[in-house]
């Protein structure tokens, strides 16, 4: 009971300070409520008081410690998220509106050709173009997880897995140059 009362007054001193970053922070990053990066920082200043690591720190180190810690939050998530552009996957060449291009392509007959060439290509790069660690790679992207994690899991270094994508990218290029 004594370590909550401890940790309300804590709030009702770096509140305002964490409220200021929350919104900074919400400023660049829309990904974000600024409700939620308060939360955030909160719960992060809770484990640190339970753990009795703000006893001996100043009121800056607390709030440039709440501060990293949501910078390091906003990026984990923002690594794991696949950013798409709707003109991207569109093929947006011209200033027509975004409804009459999902009209045009979904609505359209399908070319058999196209689609199977698309089908074989895959098929071979499955098939012949990638090996065993590189699907793996593939499928940890596909979940996913950063380059670091992917490392860990397959005992290499991230930069390794960099590498690997580097030329995943190129053996999938030279089978679909096929078709």
Known sequence: MEKEALFEGLIGRFS?????IAYKLNGRYRSFDHDDLYQEALLHLWNDHREGKLTDKTDSYVLQGCYFHLKNCI?????RSNIVSLDALLDVQDD?????????????????????DEKLAVYSIRRNGL?????KVISFLLDGLTTREIGIKIGVSHVSVV?????????????????
């Open 163 to 179: 590498k690997m994508i580097k030329k995943i990218r190129e053996k999938s290029l030279k089978h679909i140059d096929k078709f």
């Open 16 to 20: 305002p300070g964490i409220r200021r």
């Open 131 to 135: 090996k065993p660690k590189e699907k």
């Open 75 to 79: 990026r984990k998530v923002n690594e």
């Open 96 to 116: 027509t509106a975004l409804q009459d291009q999902l009209l045009n392509k979904y609505t359209r007959q399908p070319d058999t050709r196209k689609e199977l």
